[in-house]
């Protein structure tokens, strides 16, 4: 009979008889499962996750590409904002093929809203590699998956168990918090120290359900997600509560320790808004950092938010009513933004310039304000200022 090399049959035999078959990725593996705490915490948590773990897209698939997708729009960002997205950003790339073919803007458009504009650079980049080093195939192998922009040990044991069946763990800030209560690890879980620690617990668990790493990965991710969450753990419907150490010392909320959170920095800014025959002047970000490429409506520079020219970037410009006043926060900065209507005293110069409509401006590989910015003008308020 023909195997899928995708689809893993990850399936036991009859309960208790310690057996695992593994058919699936060009192999048939039969043999004893041994009886040691780890494989009884696997299955333990297979069953669990087999029962319990949420039905999303990604999971209903063992094509890489769109695994490849799934994982890297969630480093950041929660399940629930990257459902949309992920389903949005496959319709306009359903194949790596079509994201390799695909100009870059085009691509920071489909990601404009999700953040971290680098995760999406890296995917671009991967995706025009495996085109022309792996003849569009994703590759299997631990050295080259690992080898390509974006893809670090966590991104790489996730693909490599969930889509080609290898035993490589993973280790994310879920299934950090996981293993730290089980094993009561204590102390800062992000030092270099702890994190060899639980790499190498969590090498023990997957190594102990030879038929179903990615499965395994996935129920420590889910676990963590859903029940073991920072803050109030939900113990009474955890599968392995009975093993775990930190519920036994009464410990499960002050572990993983946590580092001291970033104070938040509060800043003001002053955006423009300058029109023309019903256009908004944009501008393609150029500076170095998360934003480069982004298109953007200009900033004043410093505190020119009075009557008079002012400067921004290479413009000249009279500040002129203010017409909102908005809130934003970007990681640790907590931004206070005025958003002033504006005349234009010179001509902007160049391609980083460009008059777009209100629906083209929301059309743009954009960060989240240029749609807060819009969604806060007047209804009616269309763009009126000749310049």
Request: with cysteine.
């Amino acid at each position: 009979m023909p195997v899928d090399p995708l689809v893993p049959a990850h399936r036991h035999g009859p309960a208790g008889n310690g057996v695992a078959l593994l058919i699936g990725h060009g192999a048939i593996i039969i043999g004893a499962v041994p009886k040691t705490p780890e494989a009884a915490l696997a299955r333990s948590l297979l069953a669990w996750y087999r029962r319990h773990g949420r039905d999303l897209p990604w999971r209903r698939t063992r094509d890489p590409y769109r695994v490849w997708v799934s994982e890297v729009m969630l480093q950041q960002t929660t399940v629930r904002a990257v459902v949309p997205y992920y389903r949005r950003f496959l319709g306009r790339f359903p194949t790596l093929r079509a994201l390799a073919r695909a100009p870059l803007p085009r691509v920071l458009a489909a990601w404009s809203g999700l953040g971290y504009y680098r995760r999406a650079r890296h995917l671009h980049a991967a995706a025009r590699i495996i085109v022309k080093d792996h003849a569009g195939r994703f590759p299997s192998r631990p050295d080259q998956v690992r080898a390509l922009p974006g893809v670090g040990r966590y991104t790489a044991g996730a693909l490599l168990s969930i889509v080609f069946g290898r035993q490589e763990p993973v280790v994310d800030g879920n299934v950090a918090r996981v293993l730290s209560r089980l094993f009561l690890m204590r102390g800062d879980a992000r030092g270099r120290a702890s994190q060899e620690r639980l790499w190498d617990l969590a090498r023990g668990l997957v190594r102990a359900a030879p038929a179903d790493p990615g499965d395994l990965n996935q129920a420590l991710m889910e676990l963590g997600a859903t029940l073991c969450s920072p803050l109030a753990p939900r113990c009474p419907l955890c599968p392995v509560a009975r093993r775990c150490r930190a519920r036994a010392a009464g410990a499960q909320e002050a572990i993983p320790g946590r580092r001291r959170a970033r104070a938040p920095v509060d800043l003001a800014a002053t955006l423009v808004l300058v029109a023309r025959r019903g256009r908004f002047l944009m501008r393609r970000r150029r500076r170095t950092g998360l934003m480069d490429g982004l298109w953007e409506f200009p900033a004043l520079e410093g505190d020119q938010g009075g009557a008079g020219a002012a400067v921004s970037g290479d413009l000249r410009l009279e500040p002129l009513e203010r017409v909102a006043t908005l809130r934003h926060t970007i990681t640790y900065r907590r931004l206070r933004i005025e958003v002033r209507r504006a005349r234009l005293l010179s001509e902007p110069r160049g391609r980083d310039y460009r008059w777009v409509s209100p629906a083209g401006a929301r059309r743009l590989p954009a960060s989240s304000l240029v749609a807060k910015v819009l969604g806060s003008l007047p209804p009616g308020q269309a763009p009126r200022h000749r310049v």
